[in-house]
């Protein structure tokens, strides 16, 4: 049997960015994504914390790292409510393009100014692309009447830029990435319960619905642990890149889920994988 840490980090991310881009295409296909995402995320909590004990490494995050695993967990419950709130709105494909190409947009130059990676050519070029690939895709899912959803889906990237940049920190201060991650979840799944509760958004919990929502949870959690392995493994700047691919993937399940993909989508969610690999190519 391979072990997961066994395994060279680029694999992990790229099995990471397939597993994600899978787990928000179930998302996406729950009649109601908001009302469902509480009962996804709890499951994903209890796969953590399985794993957090499961799995040999430090025991629960303590100082800086909790403090930093917190902000993630917040970053993360902004993510996963306007998430939802974005695949009841607009196209799976351009959702996911908007958002994963935006977070991009603001991890790098939280990167350079925070912590002080350099700004080079190849880099801002990627950026400009990323920009680039990101405006044609949320045109293209403007025309077709997806603005709402596109514009939540760019929020939703301020919740993954958020993650991204506390998970990379907390790691970086000695943490474990299943009890870092079962922590941030920790705080993540109240606030997208309440914030349910709030909008009267809940969903009836049956034999069919319980099954979705545990195939989503655990997907959720495997993406997730393989993507902070694989981080703690290649760095920040590559990390992103390689989990990036997995705006390729989204949009290869939209096509799988009946999707209309316009040739300006097409052509911006090439752009924004181009240019973050040109983000992190030193």
């Known amino acids: 049997m391979i072990e997961v840490?066994?395994?060279?980090?680029?694999?992990?991310?790229?099995?990471?960015?397939?597993?994600h881009a899978s787990w928000n295409a179930m998302l996406k296909r729950e009649r109601a994504p908001a009302a469902a995402v509480p009962w996804v995320l709890l499951v994903a909590l209890l796969v953590a914390v399985v794993a957090a004990f499961r799995f040999p490494g430090p025991g629960l995050p303590t100082g800086a790292v909790a403090g930093w695993a917190v902000g993630a967990g917040l970053c993360e419950g902004l993510y996963f409510v306007t998430l939802a709130a974005?695949?009841?709105?607009?196209?799976?494909?351009?959702?996911?393009?908007?958002?994963?190409?935006?977070?991009?947009?603001?991890?790098?130059?939280?990167?350079?100014?925070?912590?002080?990676e350099p700004v080079t050519w190849s880099s801002a070029t990627g950026a400009a692309l990323v920009c680039t690939g990101v405006f044609l895709v949320a045109w293209a899912g403007h025309s077709g009447g997806g603005g709402a959803g596109l514009a939540l889906a760019a929020l939703s990237a301020a919740g993954i830029a958020g993650y991204h940049l506390c998970y990379d920190r907390a790691l970086a201060?000695?943490?474990?990435?299943?009890?870092?991650?079962?922590?941030?979840?920790?705080?993540?799944?109240?606030?997208?319960?309440?914030?349910?509760?709030?909008?009267?958004?809940?969903?009836?919990?049956t034999p069919?619905?319980?099954?979705?929502?545990?195939l989503a949870g655990v997907t959720c959690t495997a993406?997730?642990?393989?993507?902070?392995?694989?981080?703690?493994?290649?760095?920040?700047?590559?990390?992103?890149?390689?989990?990036?691919?997995?705006?390729v993937f989204a949009q290869?399940?939209?096509?799988?889920?009946?999707?209309?993909?316009?040739?300006?989508?097409?052509?911006?969610?090439?752009?924004?994988?181009?240019?973050?690999?040109?983000?992190a190519w030193r």
């Open 223 to 247: 993406s997730f642990l393989l993507f902070l392995t694989g981080l703690a493994a290649t760095g920040a700047g590559a990390a992103l890149t390689l989990r990036n691919t997995s705006v």
């Open 86 to 116: 974005a695949l009841a709105r607009a196209p799976y494909g351009a959702v996911y393009a908007v958002a994963r190409g935006g977070a991009l947009l603001l991890v790098w130059p939280a990167a350079a100014l925070l912590l002080h």
């Open 173 to 205: 201060g000695g943490g474990a990435p299943a009890p870092i991650f079962a922590t941030a979840l920790g705080i993540a799944w109240p606030l997208a319960w309440l914030t349910g509760r709030l909008r009267g958004e809940t969903a009836p919990l």
């Open 208 to 214: 069919r619905s319980a099954a979705r929502w545990t």
């Open 5 to 19: 840490g066994a395994l060279p980090g680029p694999a992990l991310l790229v099995a990471s960015a397939l597993l």
């Open 252 to 279: 290869v399940i939209a096509v799988l889920m009946g999707e209309r993909l316009p040739r300006r989508q097409l052509a911006g969610a090439t752009l924004v994988v181009l240019g973050a690999s040109l983000v």
